[in-house]
C-alpha cells in the first residue's frame, strides 16, 4: 500500500505561479513511476507529468515549458511547479503512483486560474 497526499493548491491569477507537492508513504525509489494528473469540470482525467523509475519525464504538450516536476528521495516527494498559468489549468491536480501493478492515487488538491 501507498497513501499519497497532495498540497499546495489555490486561486491564482492567469500569469501566476503554484507549486504543489505529494508526499508518499513509502520511498519513492520503491514505486515503478510517479507523476501528475488533472480533471477538469466535465472532462476527463489527463496526464500533466509522469516519471518512471530511472527513467525521464514525460509532459503533457499542453505544459511543456511552463510545469517542472522534481522529487526529494530524502523527503520522498513529488513536486509540480506551475508557471505562466492559464484559465485552462483549472482543475483538481492528483498525485499518482505506480508499483507492482497497483495504482495509487492521492485525494487531490484544486487549482483555480482566474483570467
Known amino acids: 500500500q501507498v497513501q499519497l497526499v497532495e498540497s499546495g493548491g489555490g486561486l491564482v491569477q492567469a500569469g501566476g505561479s503554484l507549486r504543489l507537492s505529494c508526499a508518499a508513504s513509502r520511498s519513492i525509489f520503491s514505486l515503478n513511476s510517479m507523476g501528475w494528473y488533472r480533471q477538469a469540470p466535465g472532462k476527463q482525467r489527463e496526464l500533466v507529468a509522469i516519471?518512471?523509475?530511472?527513467?525521464?519525464?514525460n509532459y503533457a504538450d499542453s505544459v511543456k515549458g511552463r510545469f517542472t516536476m522534481s522529487r526529494d528521495n530524502a523527503k520522498n516527494t513529488v513536486d509540480l511547479q506551475m508557471n505562466s498559468l492559464k484559465p485552462e489549468d483549472t482543475a483538481v491536480y492528483y498525485c499518482?503512483?505506480?508499483?507492482?501493478?497497483?495504482?495509487?492515487w492521492g485525494q487531490g488538491t484544486q487549482v483555480t486560474v482566474s483570467s
Open positions: 499518482y503512483g505506480s508499483r507492482s501493478g497497483s495504482d495509487y
Open positions: 516519471i518512471a523509475t530511472g527513467g525521464s519525464t
